[in-house]
């Protein structure tokens, strides 16, 4: 008996070098701690430095990896060309094909594949891109600063734990390392009446969530008697015997406990039935703060989410007895229902800050759109490209505001007029990080919006995509209202003279509006990066 | 029909069946998450909410322990009711950190009166 544990013992220990990005952001979270309670006040911005460079590092091995993974599963695979003149002949080719695998690491705690990696990328770089916002945030400074850049380093470790996890204890281990911290950092301004309000909401909702979310896993486990995801004998497998041998009043209580767990993650990314926290969180949170949750736990809930719902229904195969069509119909309702209460919401706003939440939940409900189309990889893969633009576009936009933020003290539109004419280049990226966020080209919001609609029509969704069409317009209005007091509205009061801003801001928005032209001109290779890690979840 | 039917197992199980079964212990976990989203629905006060919270998270280890044990599966389900005491501890920790925040600021913590976003 003992021999089988040391060979348990044996296997985690060897896994542990599998995942040396995450071992690399907990030690830039252990060494940050201790530098920061031995370091003097006013060295403590260092902290920050110190984290950043273990994130990049994670990042720089996380992209090995996955170059790693890509080239080992690449076979040779004949595949038939057929030439557009009739009169040509057939070629048969062999081409290099990538098969992806996924490795299940730690007895199926974690998922070893490309999919997490291309989440986990994600979510380094929002943190970086956070981290560099809050060292030069004004609201942030203080003899505590350190904490600040400590909170986004421990969220982002629960966020790469959530996009590879496949088994519900892993699940909820790291959601909650997520959203706990990010209380802490919702409330971080402690004589702040808003930010306190803001933590004490987000607590409470997010405990509320997660706790029927448990409820409903503890059911799960309890019919299927596995806490694994995939393989044989998991959840997705149990599941369709059971719904398949099941008497239709029984039918109703798997649905409540599939609606129990959805609850939790839908509440993650802010979609409808589950926004009412967004908007005061993200209103009093600082607003570095602000943008980080508009991205990255995000991010990683959107990744839990399409691992849960490809588990639970297998892209491009008919074995999932039925409730396929209900369960689509379910999420473009839900979908539906978000984008436009998000952007009706919006509209009326008089804060940049909580006009960015609102349009925050109307992103995330054109993400869902795209995974209500799962019949084959390209909805969930056009949703997996949008939320790289989102990340870009929406960051880029609240890096703008940390920067405007800073001089003017406050984020209504009435505080902020005629910015642009003392920082012109950040008034002027952040008109474009707007434009991208509407949708217009030649941006990568554009081809984002584009992809979804494109496979939404493939597919005759047509309700969907007029919906979305419809949603653009409406959110050009009020995002228009923003850059318009920025732009062209005239300044209230002569300025205040005070710091200049520094210049790692004008770097950082160059940056992504540069990404986010990038990301429109290449969409193709970016795209098929999306579906290609889809693959192993198949 | 069908739920008269069930009647007498339920009343057995209930009051004669002895107390070790399964449907006792979901039952009780039933009626502890019943009882935590009352309180978080109906209290106004972040405490009072706070204890629904835990209501809820301990009816949900309950469930656990009681589908490890009579389902006949390993200790899964047992391992995950004490991550859930731990993180409850952790959640209980910051949230209160946070109401101790609010007091400050607001002098209540009452949640009405700690409203001042609204639309």
């Known amino acids: ?538 | 029909m069908d739920a008269f039917a069930n009647l007498p197992v339920l009343a057995d199980s209930l009051l004669g069946g002895g107390p070790d079964n399964l449907f006792n212990y979901l039952l009780l976990a039933g009626i502890l998450f019943a009882l935590g989203v009352f309180a978080m629905i109906s209290r106004r006060n972040a405490v009072g909410i706070l204890m629904g919270v835990e209501l809820i998270l301990n009816a949900s280890g309950i469930n656990f322990v009681a589908f490890s044990r009579f389902n006949g599966h390993h200790l899964e389900g047992q391992v995950f009711a004490l991550f859930i005491i731990v993180l409850a501890a952790a959640e209980a920790a910051v949230a209160l950190a946070l109401v101790l925040a609010v007091f400050q600021t607001h002098r209540s913590i009452e949640l009405d009166q700690v409203d001042e976003m609204k639309l």
């Open chain 1, 1 to 538: 008996m003992l021999d089988g544990f040391y060979k348990l013992l044996d296997q985690n220990v060897r896994h542990l070098l599998l995942i040396v990005p995450e071992l690399l952001v907990m030690a830039g979270f252990l060494l940050g701690l201790i530098f920061d309670c031995i370091a003097p006040e006013e060295r403590r911005k260092s902290t920050a430095y110190i984290c950043l460079l273990f994130l990049v590092a994670a990042m720089w091995v996380n992209v090995m990896d996955w170059n790693g993974i890509a080239r080992e599963q690449t076979v040779l695979k004949m595949v038939k060309e057929v030439p557009k003149d009739p009169h040509r002949p057939i070629v048969y080719r062999s081409v290099p094909v990538q098969v992806m695998r996924s490795d299940a690491l730690f007895t199926g705690m974690i998922a070893r594949d490309t999919f997490a990696m291309y989440f986990k990328f994600v979510v380094l770089l929002g943190t970086a891109v956070s981290l560099l916002m809050a060292l030069n945030a004004r609201e942030l400074a203080g003899p505590n600063r350190g904490e600040f850049y400590l909170l986004l380093t421990a969220t982002c470790l629960g966020a790469m734990f959530l996009s590879s996890a496949t088994n519900l204890l892993m699940i909820y281990l790291s959601l909650e390392t997520l959203s706990i911290v990010s209380y802490a950092m919702a409330g971080y301004l402690r004589q702040d009446r808003k930010s306190a309000e803001a933590g004490i909401k987000y607590a409470i909702y997010g405990a509320m969530a997660s706790g029927i979310m448990i409820f409903g896993m503890s059911y799960l486990y309890g019919l299927t008697g596995s806490l694994d995801l995939t393989g044989p004998s998991g959840i997705a497998a149990k599941w369709f015997e059971l719904r398949h041998a099941a008497t239709p009043s029984m039918q109703g209580a798997y649905l409540a406990v599939l609606a129990m767990v959805f609850c939790g993650l839908l509440y993650k990314i802010a979609a409808a039935p589950f926004h009412y926290w967004s908007p005061d969180v993200y209103e009093g949170a600082p607003t570095t703060a602000t943008g980080f949750f508009s991205v990255v736990p995000k991010a990683a809930g959107f990744a839990v989410l399409v691992r849960v719902l490809i588990d639970f229904f297998p892209l491009g195969s008919t074995s999932h007895f039925g409730g396929l069509t209900r369960m689509e119909t379910t999420i473009a309702a839900i979908a539906v229902l978000t984008m436009t209460v998000g952007n009706l919401a919006a509209l009326a706003q008089s804060n940049a800050k909580r006009m960015l939440a609102y349009s925050s939940i109307a992103h995330a409900g054109y993400m869902l759109a795209g995974l209500s189309a799962l019949d084959d990889g390209l909805g969930p893969a056009a949703t997996l490209y949008y939320l790289l633009v989102y990340l870009f576009m929406n960051l880029g936009a609240f890096l703008v505001l940390v920067a405007l933020e800073n001089f003017r003290g406050s984020c209504d539109l009435k505080d902020l007029r005629g910015a642009v004419r003392r920082e012109p280049l950040l008034g002027v990226t952040l008109v474009i990080f707007l434009f991208s966020l509407t949708g217009l080209p030649p941006l990568a919001g554009f081809t984002g919006k584009y992809l979804i609609m494109v496979k939404l029509a493939e597919r005759g969704s047509w309700f969907l995509v007029l919906f979305i069409g419809l949603n653009s317009v409406i959110s050009l209005y009020y995002y228009m209202r923003l850059a318009k007091a920025i732009a062209i509205d005239p300044p209230e009061a002569a300025a205040t003279p005070s710091e200049p801003t520094p210049s790692v801001f004008n770097f950082l928005a160059a940056g992504q509006v540069a990404a986010l032209v990038l990301l429109f001109v290449y969409f193709e290779p970016v795209y098929n990066i999306c579906k290609g890690v889809l693959e192993p979840l198949k």
